[in-house]
Structures are given as structure tokens and as C-alpha cells.
């Protein structure tokens, strides 16, 4: 068990929909990140957050959206959903930002748009 | 540039045989390159790590080797046994003004009982 929470495990829907990912930490970290793995484009970095700011945006799409709030929680939201959004989304955390740092990745979140 | 290719994409090897996975990069900024490790049904867990300016790291069964002129670093698992079978991936990371964490497109190890 890494220690990250995320919910829910999985989530269906249909285009044109918006949905919200969840992730804790470990506690301790307060680094938390966004990845999108599907079977073409392998793990793909969407955004990083540290200490309730944006540290960094990778390929995030301007349909997604993130925060990370006071207790450090962070939630995705996904929007306008299209059929290729469907994929696993993983959050991972670690204690600081830099690149060198280990990450620690939940389970995902395997999301299915119809 | 900011690639890092990943091969093979699949691996079958017999209990007790030798993996090797192998990575190459082509931004020679990369600071550091990780390889991660994903069962089914969870997420990337760090199975070990090395920096450039080693050219060789060994934990357990598994060892790192890097050869910077390359641009090229490879997993190697000794011994390698049926809990192995994994897929895993190799990424490359910078900071630069901004964040790059690269993943590998990841290898599906099977290793045979």
C-alpha cells in the first residue's frame, strides 16, 4: 500500500460530462500529481501541485482542470468529456518537487466514457 | 527530444533467466532516471533509480546500468522468478524552468514457472 488514496476506483459516464477525481496523499507529502495512462500514450504527466500551488503543467488538456487544497487533498475535473478521455488516472504524491524525488502512486481511477 | 523509448514491449523469460529492458533518451539535461515497476490493477511503485554520473547500481536482483555516451540505460533482473512478472517502466527527469517527468512506454515481463 503506497500510502495514496484515490477515489473512486472506477467511474463511468457519458460524453459531455464532467467528473471529479479525488486523491490523498501520504501524509506527510506535499507534492501531489496527475498522470493519465492509456494503452497508446503510455503514463503521461498532467499537472503537479506543491503546498496548494501549481508547480507545474505537463500535457493537461484546458477541459481538465486541478487543485490542491489546504489539507492537501488534490481533486482532478475532468469536463466535456469525450470517449478518448476514457483511461487510468493516477495521482501520486511525494514530500517535495523536485525531480529527483520518489513518487508514490495510488491505485487510479479507471474512467470509461460511453 | 523529450522522448524516451522504451524496448522490448514485451518479454517472456524462463524462472531463473536474466531481463533486460532497455531505455534510451535523447536530451542529455536528464538528471535522473527511475524505473518503475506496475502489477495489474495498481499504480507504478519505484523499483530503483540512478543518477548519470554512475554508471551502474545494483539493489537485490536488480540492477541499473547506464552508459551516458549512449544515452542509454537498461534494467537488468537476475534470478528473475514468476513475481517479477510486471510491466515496467523507465522515465527520465529534469527541471529546467519547468517540470519534465518522461515515462517509457512501458515492457510487459512474463517469467515462466
Known amino acids: 500500500d503506497s500510502g495514496v488514496t484515490q477515489t473512486p476506483k472506477h467511474l463511468i459516464t457519458a460524453t459531455g460530462q464532467r467528473v471529479t477525481l479525488r486523491c490523498s496523499p501520504r501524509?506527510?507529502?506535499?507534492?501531489v500529481y496527475w498522470y493519465q495512462q492509456s494503452l497508446d500514450q503510455g503514463l503521461q504527466f498532467l499537472i503537479q501541485?506543491?503546498?496548494?500551488?501549481?508547480?507545474a503543467k505537463g500535457n493537461i488538456l484546458e477541459r481538465f482542470s486541478a487543485q490542491q487544497f489546504p489539507d492537501l487533498h488534490s481533486e482532478l475535473n475532468l469536463s466535456s468529456l469525450e470517449l478518448g478521455d476514457s483511461a487510468l488516472y493516477f495521482c501520486?504524491?511525494?514530500?517535495?518537487?523536485?525531480?529527483?524525488?520518489?513518487?508514490?502512486f495510488g491505485s487510479g481511477t479507471q474512467l470509461s466514457v460511453l | 527530444q523529450q522522448q524516451v523509448k522504451q524496448s522490448p514491449q514485451s518479454l517472456i523469460v524462463q524462472k531463473g533467466g536474466i531481463s533486460i529492458i532497455n531505455c534510451a533518451y535523447e536530451?542529455?539535461?536528464?538528471?535522473?532516471f527511475p524505473w518503475y515497476q506496475q502489477f495489474p490493477g495498481k499504480g507504478p511503485a519505484l523499483l530503483i533509480a540512478?543518477?548519470?554520473?554512475?554508471s551502474e547500481k545494483k539493489e537485490g536482483r536488480f540492477t541499473i546500468s547506464f552508459n551516458k555516451s549512449a544515452k542509454q540505460f537498461s534494467l537488468h533482473i537476475m534470478d528473475s522468478q514468476p513475481g517479477d512478472s510486471a510491466t515496467y517502466f523507465c522515465?527520465?527527469?529534469?527541471?529546467?524552468?519547468?517540470?519534465?517527468?518522461?515515462f517509457g512506454t512501458g515492457t510487459r515481463l512474463k517469467v515462466l514457472a
Open positions: 501541485y506543491y503546498n496548494g500551488e501549481e508547480r
Open positions: 536530451n542529455t539535461a536528464f538528471d535522473y
Open positions: 501520486a504524491s511525494s514530500v517535495g518537487w523536485a525531480t529527483n524525488e520518489k513518487l508514490f
Open positions: 540512478i543518477r548519470p554520473d554512475v
Open positions: 522515465a527520465a527527469t529534469l527541471y529546467s524552468g519547468t517540470y519534465k517527468y518522461i
Open positions: 501524509s506527510g507529502d506535499l507534492s
